[in-house]
């Protein structure tokens, strides 16, 4: 599951929502991973900038009453951003020979999915979650 | 400084004349802190140590030379404002400002200009601007209006409201401690000007960019729906953050008679609201907060007055201050209109184009050197008048001209809409000069 770099925010979305992850790979025409398109940064795109911005003082925004239909507007405005534009680079990745306790460490750390990259082709070689690695844990079948 | 300094200085590295090794020591400190290439509080600090090294001063002098009175009300009153501003009342400030004009873009930002320079009169410059700028973002963003002419307003706001008084802005600061002028001899002398300065700077405002400004009533319907009130996240530390800064700043008026300085008072406000916000709370809390009000003190701004005021304190200790007063006296005729008028022009100048508080660190043993030409320390006002409206105002004129210029230019790069250089220089250079002749016709009426 992953997005072309040609790919627009709504095209992020809409795999985000329908399969509930916290974020989706971009890769180049060739297959190598760019960063990530995060549930988060969709949130932040429909929020006002004031908010994001080191020391500025507004932290919190309860005095502002905008309604869910100010919000469907924003959306509508910025969904055809390039994904591109929105990419989370500094997400960490890890790759196929990290060892199983780094990679759960990882996990923990960044407390969402992370890329698979390969070290030498940088291709995007699959995708490691908390169910991923949950379900390998347990073991398929047991309870 | 005294003559007789002149003569405590000691051997100098390699027998050369010291005022030639402190001379030399306070250009390049000045180029390098210019340069930007190192941190300026590293620079000044390093310099003031080779000044030690060099035995222009020993460490006992270069400790006479630190100017603890501005060091403690700068510090006393960040964290005061650490404190204050954690109650949300400068976002209810800046939103029931916007509401009171039915959210017409020109209407909020004349009233922004007025919020801002009031704060920043009693405030620091770049507190101000971190308080307002980015509420102001968040209105522009929600009326789709362009966020420009407002923090252009506000830069030129913070730093004229800053000329008012003794606190508002760091020149006043030092002018103040080092010559002994109150708060209240500020509040008469600068804030009559001030208010002209900043009313008359509206107008151009209005011209180039305020007749134009539009904003859908959708869009200024939705900044009227802010909830000022929901601004407000702790009631109960509000009510101490404004009785703490109304007992302060009263202190400020009484300081004469009472016979306080300045930094005694900022200290024991900033100490007393640290208390009564503290005061039900656990040590581990009370640490935690104390350590976040100590933080927000903009302590490289600190470090860079404790070496500035060491390598200055050195240059006049050689009499190389006193020689360039009286060269400089000798060229003027001693006239105090060409004197006071010259100091003006040239401190907004130099101002726009390089920091401030080295300039006015430097100006001052320079400005009290010239006392034997004017009559003795009284005569001399009128030069403190103009170093101060110089200094303070000159720094409109580029966006490096003060800290708060850039602070603002900072914030809106991140929100996507960058002030450039070359057309901020472009509408602020003229309107920095405009607010000169003002400050001219001021100075020159009142006090020549």
Same mark, same amino acid.
């Given at each position: 599951?992953?997005?072309?770099?040609?790919a627009?925010?709504?095209?992020?979305?809409?795999?985000?929502?329908?399969?509930?992850?916290?974020?989706?790979?971009?890769?180049?025409?060739?297959?190598?991973?760019l960063?990530?398109?995060?549930?988060?940064?969709?949130?932040q795109?429909?929020?006002?900038?004031?908010?994001?911005? /080191?020391?500025?003082?507004?932290?919190s925004?309860?005095?502002?009453?905008?309604?869910?239909?100010?919000?469907? /507007?924003?959306?509508?405005?910025?969904?055809?951003?390039?994904?591109?534009?929105?990419?989370?680079?500094?997400?960490?990745?890890v790759?196929? /020979?990290?060892?199983?306790? /780094?990679?759960?460490?990882?996990?923990?750390?960044?407390?969402?999915?992370?890329?698979?990259?390969?070290a030498?082709?940088?291709?995007?070689?699959?995708?490691?979650?908390?169910?991923?690695?949950g379900?390998?844990?347990?073991?398929?079948?047991?309870? | 400084?005294?003559?007789?300094?002149?003569?405590?200085?000691?051997?100098?590295?390699?027998?050369?004349?010291?005022?030639?090794?402190?001379?030399?020591?306070?250009?390049?400190?000045?180029?390098?802190?210019?340069?930007?290439?190192?941190?300026?509080?590293?620079?000044?600090l390093?310099?003031?140590?080779?000044?030690?090294?060099?035995?222009?001063?020993?460490?006992?002098?270069?400790?006479?030379?630190?100017?603890?009175?501005?060091?403690?009300?700068?510090?006393?009153?960040?964290?005061?404002?650490?404190?204050?501003?954690r109650?949300?009342?400068?976002?209810?400030?800046?939103?029931?400002?916007?509401?009171?004009?039915?959210?017409?873009?020109?209407g909020?930002?004349?009233?922004?200009t007025?919020?801002?320079?009031?704060?920043?009169?009693?405030?620091?410059?770049?507190?101000?601007?971190?308080?307002?700028?980015?509420?102001?973002?968040?209105?522009?963003?929600?009326?789709?209006?362009?966020?420009?002419?407002?923090?252009?307003?506000?830069?030129?706001?913070?730093?004229?409201?800053?000329?008012?008084?003794l606190?508002?802005?760091?020149?006043?600061?030092?002018?103040?401690?080092?010559?002994?002028?109150?708060?209240?001899?500020?509040?008469?002398?600068?804030?009559?000007?001030?208010?002209?300065?900043?009313?008359?700077?509206?107008?151009?405002?209005?011209?180039?960019?305020?007749?134009?400004?539009h904003?859908?009533?959708?869009?200024?319907?939705?900044?009227?729906?802010?909830?000022?009130?929901?601004?407000?996240?702790?009631?109960?530390?509000?009510?101490?953050?404004?009785?703490?800064?109304?007992?302060?700043?009263?202190?400020?008026?009484?300081?004469?008679?009472?016979?306080?300085e300045?930094?005694?008072?900022a200290?024991?406000?900033?100490?007393?609201?640290?208390?009564?916000?503290n005061?039900?709370?656990?040590?581990?809390?009370?640490?935690?907060?104390?350590?976040?009000?100590?933080?927000?003190?903009e302590?490289?701004?600190?470090?860079?007055?404790?070496?500035?005021?060491?390598?200055?304190?050195?240059?006049?200790?050689?009499?190389?201050?006193?020689?360039?007063?009286?060269?400089?006296?000798?060229?003027?005729?001693?006239?105090?209109?060409?004197?006071?008028?010259?100091?003006?022009?040239?401190?907004?100048?130099?101002?726009?184009?390089?920091?401030?508080?080295?300039f006015?660190?430097?100006?001052?043993?320079?400005?009290?050197?010239?006392?034997?030409?004017?009559?003795?320390?009284?005569?001399?006002?009128p030069l403190?008048?103009?170093?101060?409206?110089?200094?303070?105002?000159?720094?409109?004129?580029?966006?490096?001209?003060?800290?708060?210029?850039?602070?603002?230019?900072?914030?809106?790069?991140?929100?996507?809409?960058?002030?450039?250089?070359?057309?901020?220089?472009?509408?602020?250079?003229?309107?920095?000069?405009?607010?000169?002749?003002?400050?001219?016709?001021?100075?020159?009426?009142?006090?020549?």
């Amino acid at each position: 599951m992953v997005l072309p770099h040609t790919a627009r925010l709504r095209d992020a979305a809409r795999l985000i929502l329908e399969h509930r992850f916290r974020n989706v790979p971009v890769v180049d025409e060739s297959g190598r991973y760019l960063g990530v398109v995060s549930a988060n940064r969709l949130l932040q795109m429909v929020l006002p900038k004031a908010a994001f911005m /080191e020391r500025s003082g507004i932290d919190s925004l309860p005095f502002v009453k905008d309604t869910l239909a100010d919000f469907r /507007e924003r959306w509508r405005e910025v969904a055809s951003t390039p994904v591109l534009e929105c990419l989370d680079t500094d997400l960490e990745t890890v790759t196929p /020979e990290t060892s199983i306790a /780094e990679t759960l460490l990882s996990l923990y750390h960044n407390r969402t999915s992370l890329p698979v990259v390969d070290a030498t082709t940088m291709r995007l070689v699959g995708i490691v979650s908390h169910w991923s690695a949950g379900a390998a844990m347990v073991g398929e079948g047991s309870p | 400084m005294s003559p007789d300094t002149v003569h405590s200085v000691q051997s100098v590295v390699f027998g050369l004349d010291p005022r030639w090794v402190a001379g030399g020591l306070f250009v390049v400190t000045y180029a390098v802190v210019m340069s930007e290439r190192v941190n300026r509080a590293i620079v000044a600090l390093l310099a003031a140590g080779l000044m030690i090294f060099a035995g222009i001063l020993t460490q006992d002098a270069a400790i006479d030379g630190v100017d603890f009175n501005t060091l403690g009300l700068l510090t006393g009153m960040m964290v005061i404002v650490a404190v204050t501003k954690r109650s949300g009342v400068f976002q209810y400030l800046a939103i029931w400002s916007a509401k009171k004009v039915q959210a017409r873009p020109w209407g909020i930002l004349v009233m922004l200009t007025l919020v801002t320079a009031l704060l920043s009169a009693f405030l620091d410059n770049v507190t101000t601007v971190l308080l307002i700028a980015p509420v102001t973002l968040l209105i522009a963003e929600e009326l789709r209006v362009s966020p420009y002419p407002f923090l252009f307003s506000e830069i030129f706001a913070s730093n004229i409201g800053g000329t008012a008084t003794l606190i508002g802005d760091p020149p006043n600061i030092m002018i103040g401690s080092a010559v002994d002028l109150t708060f209240n001899d500020f509040v008469m002398n600068l804030s009559p000007v001030v208010l002209v300065v900043l009313l008359v700077t509206l107008v151009p405002i209005y011209l180039i960019w305020g007749r134009k400004m539009h904003a859908e009533p959708q869009y200024r319907e939705r900044v009227m729906r802010f909830d000022e009130r929901e601004a407000i996240t702790d009631p109960r530390l509000l009510k101490q953050s404004l009785s703490v800064l109304g007992l302060v700043l009263t202190a400020f008026v009484l300081a004469h008679p009472l016979h306080l300085e300045p930094a005694t008072i900022a200290m024991f406000g900033g100490a007393l609201l640290l208390l009564l916000a503290n005061w039900p709370h656990g040590a581990d809390e009370q640490a935690r907060n104390v350590h976040h009000a100590f933080t927000e003190v903009e302590w490289v701004t600190i470090f860079f007055f404790v070496g500035l005021f060491i390598v200055v304190h050195g240059l006049d200790s050689t009499g190389l201050l006193r020689m360039l007063a009286e060269w400089l006296a000798a060229a003027t005729g001693g006239d105090l209109t060409v004197t006071a008028l010259s100091i003006l022009w040239v401190s907004a100048i130099a101002s726009a184009v390089v920091d401030n508080i080295p300039f006015v660190a430097t100006m001052i043993p320079l400005i009290k050197s010239m006392a034997p030409t004017f009559g003795g320390p009284e005569g001399l006002m009128p030069l403190w008048w103009s170093l101060s409206l110089g200094a303070c105002l000159g720094g409109n004129g580029t966006l490096v001209g003060a800290s708060a210029n850039l602070i603002v230019a900072g914030l809106a790069e991140r929100a996507g809409q960058p002030i450039r250089f070359v057309p901020f220089l472009l509408a602020a250079f003229p309107l920095m000069l405009l607010s000169i002749v003002i400050s001219t016709v001021y100075i020159y009426l009142r006090y020549l």
